[in-house]
């Protein structure tokens, strides 16, 4: 009798064994994903504010014409920058 208790007991304990194993793996798994995605934001953000340091770089204050809106056009490119630049970093945050 205490034999087949013992054997339950094992069995009870290899299955949640088996199931932690396979839990983890797929948290590992989940985590590779999210690095890798955490990589690709990373980038992106890079590569955003590169293209906004461009931007800004070859403007000045000068040499911007009121004329026809191309400065609003300019100013309206540049906050979508910003704002893509804060929405990634505000998810990286989130990630951490």
């Given amino acids: 009798m ?3 208790k013992l ?3 094992v069995q009870d304990l290899e299955q949640k064994i088996i199931q932690l ?4 793996k797929e948290q590992r798994a989940m985590l590779l994903r999210l ?6 934001l990373m980038q992106r953000i890079a590569h955003q504010a590169e293209a906004v340091h461009d931007v800004s770089s070859k403007l000045s204050v000068g040499t ?5 809106g191309a400065t ?3 100013e309206t490119r540049i906050d979508n920058y ?4 804060d929405k990634s970093i505000a998810y990286l945050e989130r990630l951490q």
Avoid at 82 to 85: G, H, K, L, T, W
Wanted: hydrophobic fraction near 30%; proline fraction near 0%.
């Fill in 7 to 9: 054997d339950v007991r």
């Fill in 21 to 24: 194993l396979e839990q983890h």
């Fill in 72 to 74: 609003q056009d300019w």
């Fill in 35 to 40: 690095q890798e995605e955490n990589q690709q």
């Fill in 82 to 85: 910003i704002n893509d630049i």
């Fill in 2 to 4: 205490h034999s087949d």
């Fill in 64 to 68: 911007l014409v009121r004329a026809g």
